[in-house]
């Protein structure tokens, strides 16, 4: 930073006439500065004649060209520390001005171990700052921006409420730097939000089985029937199938979910119970008792046979003649002789019961029961897993919002922005924007669907953020100077970090001018032009306006 200083010089007819010895009316001051910056020292003095002027490192004459000002460039640390101190001298004597400590150190950073932290809903989580500091430090943490109070002592600190935190760290000279930000997000538990069902299946069937579940992905679905662990599934396989169904499938199924930071939760849902009935009988059912064929001894008559059983462990006895046909027609089936005949006849002295079985009229439809996925499977409505949220993004980045829902049969995503539909109705459940503008900014949300019904997301803020550098002050628009005076054009700019600095004159390049602070030591008439400064890092670049200097050859101060 440098201050606007007037010069008062006495009128040219008498600096001829007087033998005036040099007097300086401003003393270099103290710097400290970090490796690698540009170092000024400055000088103004008055007296006869040209002024000559002397650099002094720790007492010991510095070579070059010397003027007021003393421009140290990619100052080191141990190399450019020292006492400074110039002489200023003309033909009626000379004089020495104060000294001026120049101290260089490396730069100070001050950096959080962890940028992201996750923790289950109850637990906590540690902070700890990394310093170069040399001096005894204060440490001094914020949370979502505000001072935390009570305020934590120490360099490390736990933390138990999600949010974003940083620490700025000083010491007694007055330094400070603030570190990077820390963000902790508790994790929600995940929860099963299916009821319970009770199920009746048919032997030979294929079912699937399913669980709607809210929590933060990744999650694990691991399945249990009757308390007997039975399959792991990985994320997003919240279904379980089962057949072809047998009696053993019977039983009382559970789910138990798991996410990324260990936390669970288990819940019961389904009770199967299996039957012997054939899932493509319409009308009244006919149960086919499960007997063997060499323990039946039959008679028929029109519609009804008589048989004698005797109970073993064995699969049922289809109908041979008449196997379920698929077709587009129905027709009516009976057992035939060739049927009973088959099964055989005798005697057993280990005859538990006679059965009696009437066999009424059905029908074999070709025709699916009508399900939305077919004949062995269940639907599910559309459920929202993790809800959206707020998402911040650089201009020219890309712009990802992901929405994860399960449900069958297929669902469908179509996403909203400001409550208007900007994406066609789609399987993908990802909006991709490549570019961000700042157009883009505003309120987002998802519809999911399927054959079953709909739901929609709550909305979220998505906000584009544009992170070129700019300038918080810039020189005046127009200066007028004498030949031989210094100018200096002094910049302000904020923004990420590298940002890189070119001046121009008259819209060309300016020679080696990487500097925010633009320095002329002795100006020539050749000077006049307009200046502006030109700004730039990974996200854009940025001009100023002009500064437009005006050299005059016969003007005074």
């Given at each position: 930073?440098?201050?606007?200083?007037?010069?008062?010089?006495?009128?040219?007819?008498?600096?001829?006439?007087?033998?005036?010895?040099?007097?300086?009316?401003?003393?270099?001051?103290?710097?400290?500065?970090?490796?690698?910056?540009?170092?000024?020292?400055?000088?103004?003095?008055?007296?006869?004649?040209?002024?000559?002027?002397?650099?002094?490192k720790d007492a010991k004459l510095m070579e070059g060209n010397m003027t007021g000002t003393l421009i140290v460039r990619d100052a080191k640390?141990?190399?450019?520390?020292?006492?400074?101190?110039?002489?200023?001298?003309?033909?009626?004597?000379?004089?020495?001005?104060?000294?001026?400590?120049?101290?260089?150190?490396?730069?100070?950073?001050?950096?959080?171990?962890?940028?992201?932290?996750?923790?289950?809903?109850?637990?906590?989580?540690?902070?700890?700052?990394?310093?170069?500091?040399?001096?005894?430090?204060?440490?001094?943490?914020?949370?979502?921006?505000?001072?935390?109070?009570?305020?934590?002592?120490?360099?490390?600190?736990?933390?138990?409420?999600?949010?974003?935190?940083?620490?700025?760290?000083?010491?007694?000279?007055?330094?400070?730097?603030?570190?990077?930000?820390?963000?902790?997000?508790?994790?929600?538990?995940?929860?099963?939000?299916?009821?319970?069902?009770?199920?009746?299946?048919?032997?030979?069937?294929?079912?699937?089985?399913?669980?709607?579940?809210?929590?933060?992905?990744?999650?694990?679905?691991?399945?249990?029937?009757?308390?007997?662990?039975?399959?792991?599934?990985?994320?997003?396989?919240?279904?379980?199938?089962?057949?072809?169904?047998?009696?053993?499938?019977?039983?009382?199924?559970?789910?138990?979910?798991?996410?990324?930071?260990?936390?669970?939760?288990?819940?019961?849902?389904?009770?199967?119970?299996?039957?012997?009935?054939?899932?493509?009988?319409?009308?009244?059912?006919?149960?086919?008792?499960?007997?063997?064929?060499?323990?039946?001894?039959?008679?028929?008559?029109?519609?009804?046979?008589?048989?004698?059983?005797?109970?073993?462990?064995?699969?049922?006895?289809?109908?041979?003649?008449?196997?379920?046909?698929?077709?587009?027609?129905?027709?009516?089936?009976?057992?035939?002789?060739?049927?009973?005949?088959?099964?055989?006849?005798?005697?057993?002295?280990?005859?538990?019961?006679?059965?009696?079985?009437?066999?009424?009229?059905?029908?074999?439809?070709?025709?699916?029961?009508?399900?939305?996925?077919?004949?062995?499977?269940?639907?599910?409505?559309?459920?929202?897993?993790?809800?959206?949220?707020?998402?911040?993004?650089?201009?020219?980045?890309?712009?990802?919002?992901?929405?994860?829902?399960?449900?069958?049969?297929?669902?469908?995503?179509?996403?909203?922005?400001?409550?208007?539909?900007?994406?066609d109705k789609t399987s993908n459940n990802t909006l991709k924007i490549a570019q961000a503008t700042i157009q883009h900014c505003g309120r987002?949300?998802?519809?999911?669907?399927?054959?079953?019904?709909?739901?929609?997301?709550?909305?979220?803020?998505?906000?584009?953020?544009?992170?070129?550098?700019?300038?918080?002050?810039?020189?005046?628009?127009?200066?007028?100077?004498?030949?031989?005076?210094?100018?200096?054009?002094?910049?302000?700019?904020?923004?990420?970090?590298?940002?890189?600095?070119?001046?121009?004159?008259?819209?060309?390049?300016?020679?080696?001018?990487?500097?925010?602070?633009?320095?002329?030591?002795?100006?020539?008439?050749?000077?006049?032009?307009?200046?502006?400064?030109?700004?730039?890092?990974?996200?854009?670049?940025?001009?100023?306006?002009?500064?437009?200097?005006?050299?005059?050859?016969?003007?005074?101060?």
């Amino acid at each position: 930073h440098y201050a606007e200083v007037k010069v008062l010089s006495l009128p040219k007819y008498a600096q001829e006439e007087a033998e005036i010895p040099p007097v300086i009316i401003q003393q270099p001051g103290n710097v400290i500065a970090e490796s690698g910056q540009t170092i000024c020292l400055q000088v103004v003095a008055q007296g006869s004649e040209s002024l000559k002027y002397e650099w002094f490192k720790d007492a010991k004459l510095m070579e070059g060209n010397m003027t007021g000002t003393l421009i140290v460039r990619d100052a080191k640390r141990g190399e450019s520390n020292g006492m400074y101190t110039c002489r200023v001298s003309n033909s009626y004597g000379n004089v020495i001005s104060e000294f001026a400590s120049v101290t260089v150190s490396v730069p100070l950073r001050v950096t959080l171990r962890s940028e992201y932290q996750e923790v289950a809903v109850g637990k906590e989580a540690r902070l700890t700052v990394r310093h170069n500091f040399t001096q005894r430090c204060t440490f001094e943490w914020f949370f979502n921006g505000q001072a935390m109070s009570p305020q934590p002592s120490g360099s490390e600190i736990v933390i138990r409420n999600a949010g974003k935190y940083y620490c700025v760290v000083s010491d007694k000279s007055g330094r400070c730097v603030q570190s990077n930000t820390s963000c902790l997000k508790i994790i929600d538990p995940p929860q099963i939000t299916t009821p319970s069902l009770s199920r009746t299946v048919q032997l030979g069937e294929v079912i699937t089985i399913g669980v709607d579940a809210a929590g933060a992905d990744p999650m694990y679905y691991q399945w249990f029937k009757d308390g007997q662990p039975v399959a792991r599934t990985p994320d997003s396989h919240c279904l379980y199938h089962l057949g072809p169904i047998s009696l053993d499938n019977a039983g009382r199924y559970e789910c138990e979910i798991s996410d990324r930071v260990g936390q669970r939760t288990r819940a019961e849902v389904a009770q199967i119970v299996v039957t012997a009935e054939g899932p493509f009988l319409v009308g009244t059912p006919c149960v086919f008792p499960m007997y063997s064929a060499d323990s039946l001894s039959s008679s028929s008559t029109d519609n009804s046979v008589t048989t004698t059983l005797q109970q073993k462990e064995s699969h049922p006895v289809p109908f041979k003649n008449h196997p379920p046909q698929q077709e587009d027609t129905t027709e009516e089936v009976r057992p035939t002789d060739a049927d009973i005949s088959e099964l055989g006849s005798g005697d057993d002295s280990s005859v538990l019961s006679s059965v009696s079985i009437d066999y009424p009229q059905m029908s074999v439809s070709s025709q699916e029961p009508k399900d939305c996925l077919g004949p062995y499977q269940s639907c599910f409505d559309p459920v929202i897993v993790d809800k959206l949220e707020d998402q911040e993004v650089v201009v020219g980045n890309e712009l990802i919002l992901s929405c994860r829902a399960q449900g069958t049969p297929t669902l469908y995503y179509q996403w909203l922005f400001n409550g208007e539909p900007c994406s066609d109705k789609t399987s993908n459940n990802t909006l991709k924007i490549a570019q961000a503008t700042i157009q883009h900014c505003g309120r987002y949300s998802c519809k999911v669907e399927n054959s079953k019904g709909q739901v929609s997301t709550a909305d979220i803020a998505v906000t584009v953020k544009d992170l070129k550098p700019r300038f918080t002050h810039l020189p005046k628009p127009e200066i007028e100077t004498p030949i031989g005076q210094l100018l200096v054009l002094p910049c302000d700019i904020v923004g990420e970090q590298p940002i890189n600095i070119q001046w121009k004159k008259n819209g060309e390049v300016i020679s080696g001018s990487s500097e925010l602070c633009f320095t002329i030591l002795e100006l020539q008439e050749s000077d006049t032009g307009d200046y502006t400064c030109v700004i730039s890092n990974r996200h854009g670049t940025v001009e100023s306006r002009s500064t437009h200097v005006q050299v005059n050859s016969g003007m005074t101060l």
